[in-house]
């Protein structure tokens, strides 16, 4: 046994107490669920705020149910593993091997095996749309759901780590196939009931629904609190798990335990360390992954984790040290990082790390290599076939800029209060300056230019000039003064319009393709905005209809504008242009036909869903 590094329940809660009701009141959370086993033991577990603030419901630790996410990857995973120990499947099969009704494109010259999937390196890409349903009765079978939203491989299997929700629904599928059982069956007769997790479900029956929280945003504008729809889960029958923070504690006991709760084992001793080691990193100095788990390196603590969050507003945190034979889980019924605040607070509280207190001092001699640095990287997991593409106009990138001290900054942005600094340490390793054992990794190219970065377990593509959001916002902006000149100076044209003038067959051309584009533009701009307020718009749950529609818009503009240059080239020929004329319109005619690529490059011409 470990020798235990909490001993006194009430020190942690008097602790966890003031975290909570400072966090809760800043993060405008409404409730909040916390447990933390030590040494195969429950050690402490409580209920902050409410489940249901309208009736005014306490969050009860034993009893309250969260919606907790990405963290039922680790059921998937514990199943797998299950039957991988029973001589059912082999972690090195092609995937291919178990789906009978569908298969993955051979686009590479490996397959994807089941441990690409366990470890998040099948080389899909980004697909979440359709992925919920809003109703039950909109919910279809997983294998065909899988079959229908099957993503595009866009990297060989073991390239580089990248988040696949997808992957765990293929793992989840295939729990039932070679069971011969439905998955959320499976797991409850062979985890959740050996765990005595009594009061946790992938289904949520209606003696458990009436203990589930409702989920919340926060409308700071009004101050109000508005509950969201339940997020029900097509594919991700996997990532549906409801459980209470104590039954989550079993679950931790038993994983710290190498697969051992009370007298029920539910992994032999080695399969769960197998779990628990580092299977893949994107660079042997970062973090990596096990076979479920994700690798943290905090406050000189190795952790196994995973997070889970939903889009109506669930988020959670499994957090285990196994060195040290302990654990935490925390969840809420909000959408803020009070999780991220908990555990950086814990691990400072118990164990503490001495930070470099020296001063950033300027050393010029290093700064001239900083700069090549410099700029913004795009996480590569970003969706590269569909239209959730365009979503990173919306987005902030990774930033790097170089510091005067000689150090580079992640500058403050809405998710860290202040910039983050980090200093090259040798030839493209750049270390966290208070912190040596954060490190990044830079790749550079043949001619020295660095071209990605590894942070964490996540990878970063540099972006050119014209990849940045900057340069494309630019963009919009120029489309959209162009294309609202070309509407007025129309408008105008009509008022003398003659049927037998190319020259005004040309502005009438130029005015339907302006205002066809703009109707274009600023509907997928006002539909971006509605998705802020009105969640049964997200993606997630489908492409809305009004999206649909404007995406035939640009397939009738890129006829109108390949056709603008002949109309235009015709009145030229007869002489009807003056020479202001036709600069004028062959400025149109090149912005109507650079909107075709733009739309193209975020996946809106045509529909890419």
């Known amino acids: 046994m470990t020798q235990p590094i909490l001993t006194n329940p009430q020190e942690l809660e008097t602790w966890l107490d003031e975290l909570m009701a400072e966090q809760r009141s800043k993060l405008h959370i409404p409730g909040v669920t916390f447990s933390l086993v030590q040494n195969g033991e429950l050690f402490f577990a409580k209920g902050y705020g409410y489940a249901d603030l309208e009736q005014q419901i306490p969050v009860i630790a034993d009893r309250t149910l969260f919606c907790v996410g990405g963290i039922s990857k680790l059921f998937t995973a514990t199943a797998i593993m299950q039957l991988e120990e029973s001589g059912l499947l082999n972690l090195d099969d092609d995937v291919n091997k178990y789906l009978p009704d569908f298969q993955i494109e051979n686009n590479y010259p490996q397959p994807v095996t089941i ?137 931790a006991i038993a994983h710290l335990q190498h697969g051992r709760f009370k007298a029920q084992r539910i992994l032999s001793e080695a399969t769960a360390q197998q779990m628990q080691q580092q299977q893949f990193t994107n660079d042997p100095r970062l973090p990596g992954v096990g076979l479920g788990f994700w690798e943290y390196f905090n406050n000189q603590q190795r952790a196994i984790a995973h997070s ?38 814990f691990l400072d509280l118990y164990f503490p790390v001495e930070e470099s207190s020296a001063s950033l001092q300027p050393s010029p001699e290093n700064q001239q290599s900083l700069h090549r640095y410099e700029g913004s990287y795009r996480n590569c997991g970003y969706p590269k076939r569909t239209l959730a593409k365009a979503l990173l106009l919306f987005s902030s990138p990774l930033r790097l800029k170089a510091e005067p001290n000689s150090t580079l900054s992640i500058p403050q942005t809405l998710k860290t209060a202040n910039p983050v600094y980090f200093r090259e340490v040798e030839q493209l390793l750049l270390a966290k300056a208070t912190n040596r054992h954060n490190f990044m990794v830079a790749k550079e190219s043949n001619n020295g230019k660095i071209t990605d970065l590894l942070y964490g377990s996540g990878a970063f593509k540099k972006l050119a000039w014209y990849e940045t959001n900057t340069f494309h916002w630019m963009l919009i902006g120029w489309f959209i003064l162009v294309f609202l000149s070309g509407c007025i100076v129309s408008i105008l044209a009509l008022t003398r319009f003659s049927a037998d003038s190319w020259h005004q067959w040309t502005q009438l051309l130029a005015g339907l393709t302006c205002l066809l584009n703009l109707v274009c533009a600023f509907g997928m701009l006002i539909v ?82």
């Open 528 to 609: 971006y905005r509605l998705t802020k307020n009105n969640y049964r718009l997200k993606l997630v749950y489908g492409v809305p209809k009004i999206v649909i529609l404007l995406l035939c818009i640009p397939l009738l503009t890129s006829v109108l504008a390949v056709g603008l240059p002949v109309f235009a080239v015709l009145a030229w020929i007869n002489n009807e242009w003056s020479f202001i004329e036709q600069l004028y319109y062959a400025l149109v005619a090149l912005t109507a036909l650079g909107f075709i690529p733009f739309l193209n490059y975020w996946n809106l011409l045509g529909f890419r869903y």
């Open 308 to 345: 889970g969050g939903v889009v109506a507003g669930f988020r959670s945190f499994l957090y285990l040290l196994p060195s040290q034979n302990l654990g935490l889980f925390v969840a809420e019924n909000g959408s803020s990082n009070i999780s991220g605040k908990l555990i950086d607070q």
């Open 115 to 251: 441990a690409n999937l366990l470890t998040h390196t099948a080389g899909f890409d980004n697909r979440s749309i359709g992925m919920g349903a809003l109703e039950t009765s909109d919910v279809i079978p997983l294998g065909e759901h899988l079959a229908a939203r099957m993503p595009g491989r866009v990297r060989s299997p073991g390239e580089v780590i990248i988040g696949c929700n997808y992957s765990y629904g293929l793992l989840g599928y295939i729990v039932e196939l070679v069971t011969g059982v439905p998955f959320s069956h499976y797991i409850d007769e062979n985890i959740l009931q050996p765990l005595e997790m009594n009061h946790s479900s992938f289904e949520l029956p209606s003696h458990l629904a009436v203990d589930l929280a409702l989920s919340y945003g926060y409308k700071e504008q009004q101050k109000t609190y508005q509950a969201l729809p339940l997020n029900y889960h097509q594919i991700l029958l996997t990532d549906s798990l409801n459980a209470t923070a104590t039954d989550l504690a079993n679950f």
